[in-house]
């Protein structure tokens, strides 16, 4: 494996790049773009959008969007590496 897949969903409601949306923002009518992003090529893997956005206003949702996968892309290497020194350490392949 050379990357960790992320995604993250952005929208845009009431004039405001939303990270995450819940359901009540989801159900609020606005733009939702999906982004998959592979953060060690930092190349985008995915892009889906279910409605039109102004170029403007895109590429400020596509932005918050990756921004929100190199979050979990980050967090997600943290989790792996702490699993990966547990097993080490039981095994006896590593000492404190």
């Known amino acids: 494996m050379r990357d960790l897949a992320t995604s993250c969903a952005s929208g845009y409601l009431n004039a405001t790049p939303l990270l995450d949306l819940n359901y009540v923002e989801d159900s609020g009518g606005g733009p939702d773009v999906t982004v998959?992003?592979?953060p060690s090529s930092d190349k985008i893997s995915l892009l889906q959008m279910d409605?039109?956005?102004q170029m403007e206003t895109f590429e400020e949702v596509v932005k918050l969007a990756?921004?929100?996968c190199k979050?979990?892309?980050?967090?997600?290497?943290q989790v792996l590496m702490e699993h990966t020194e547990r097993l080490a350490l039981a095994r006896g392949a590593m000492q404190l």
């Open 66 to 68: 990756v921004t929100g």
């Open 51 to 53: 409605a039109k956005l």
């Open 71 to 77: 979050a979990i892309a980050h967090r997600m290497r």
């Open 36 to 38: 998959g992003y592979l």
